[in-house]
C-alpha cells in the first residue's frame, strides 16, 4: 500500500515538474526576442531557397564559356 502511494506521488511530482517546464519553455520561446531571431532567420532561410532557385532556372548559356588551353600548339 505504501509503494502504490509512493509511485502514485513521484508519478504526480514529475507530471507537474514536467508541465512548470513545458510552460517556461513555451514562454520563452513566445518571448519577443526569440520570435523576432525566429522570424529574422526563417526570412533568410525563405531568401536562400529563393536565389537558389532562381539560380538553377538560369540557364548556362549566359555564362561566359571556359578559355580553351591548348598547350601542345604553343611548345616549341
Known sequence: MLEI???L???KSV???LVL????IWA???RDESF???NHFLKMQILAFYLDWILLKKSLKF???PAKENDSDTSG
Open 5 to 7: 502511494l509512493i509511485t
Open 9 to 11: 506521488i513521484l508519478k
Open 15 to 17: 507530471e507537474i515538474i
Open 21 to 24: 517546464l513545458l510552460k517556461k
Open 28 to 30: 520563452w520561446l513566445l
Open 36 to 38: 523576432q531571431r525566429l
Open 63 to 65: 555564362l561566359p564559356e
